[in-house]
C-alpha cells in the first residue's frame, strides 16, 4: 500500500472515531439531561445543527465592531479543576461555591466565589453556563455582592439582543 492510501486510510479512520466520538457524549448528555432534571424536559436538540450555529455566531462576534451596543462584557476566570468540581455530582455539587477571579470594572483583578444556578438543567448543560457570582464583602460592585449571570433559555432572547441585523441559523 503507498504512504498517501495509508495517511488517506488513516484521516478517514480517525475522522470516523472522532464523528463516533462526538456522536456518543451528545447522546450521554442528552440521556443524562433527561434522568437528572426531576419534571422538567428539555427539547431534543439537533446537536450538529447546534454546533454549525455556535461556530457562525462566534465568528460573526469575532468580526464585529466593537462599538456596537450591547451588553457589558464579564470576565470570569474559572479555573478546570474548580469547573470539574462543579460537575462532578450534579445537581448537588452546583450548590458547592467555588474559587475563581473577576475582572472589576475598575479593571483590577480580584477573587471571587462562582456556582451554577441551581438543578435546573437549562443552568449547566450546554457550553455558557448559568452562574452565580459572590464577591467578598469588602469588595462589593455598586454596593451589591451577589450577581446572577442566567444564560437565556429562549432562542428568541439570543436573537434578539445579540443578532439583530444577522439573524442566527434557524432550528
Known amino acids: 500500500m503507498s504512504p498517501f492510501r495509508s495517511a488517506l486510510l488513516f484521516i478517514m479512520v480517525s475522522l470516523g472515531l472522532s464523528v463516533a466520538a462526538v456522536a456518543i457524549s451528545k447522546t450521554h448528555l442528552e440521556w443524562r439531561v ?14 450538529a445543527r447546534f454546533q454549525v ?8 462576534t469575532k468580526f464585529k465592531s466593537a462599538n456596537t451596543p450591547g451588553l ?3 470576565q470570569l476566570f474559572i479555573s478546570q479543576k474548580a469547573q470539574n468540581n ?3 455530582n450534579i445537581p448537588s455539587s452546583t450548590k458547592h461555591w467555588q474559587e475563581a477571579h473577576m475582572i472589576y470594572p475598575d479593571s ?5 466565589k462562582v456556582r451554577y444556578r441551581g438543578d ?4 449547566w448543560v450546554y457550553g455558557k453556563k448559568s452562574l452565580k457570582v459572590k464577591t467578598r464583602k469588602k469588595r462589593t460592585i455598586g454596593n451589591v455582592r451577589v450577581f446572577n449571570y442566567i444564560t437565556p433559555q429562549d432562542p428568541s432572547l439570543i436573537a434578539w439582543h445579540f443578532y439583530r441585523n444577522w439573524p442566527p441559523i434557524s432550528a
Open 34 to 47: 433527561g434522568h437528572i432534571g426531576l419534571y422538567q424536559s428539555l427539547p431534543v436538540t439537533d446537536w
Open 72 to 74: 457589558n462584557t464579564v
Open 53 to 60: 450555529n455556535n461556530a457562525v455566531n462566534d465568528l460573526v
Open 120 to 123: 435546573n438543567p437549562f443552568n
Open 86 to 88: 462543579l460537575m462532578s
Open 108 to 112: 483590577t483583578l480580584r477573587r471571587v
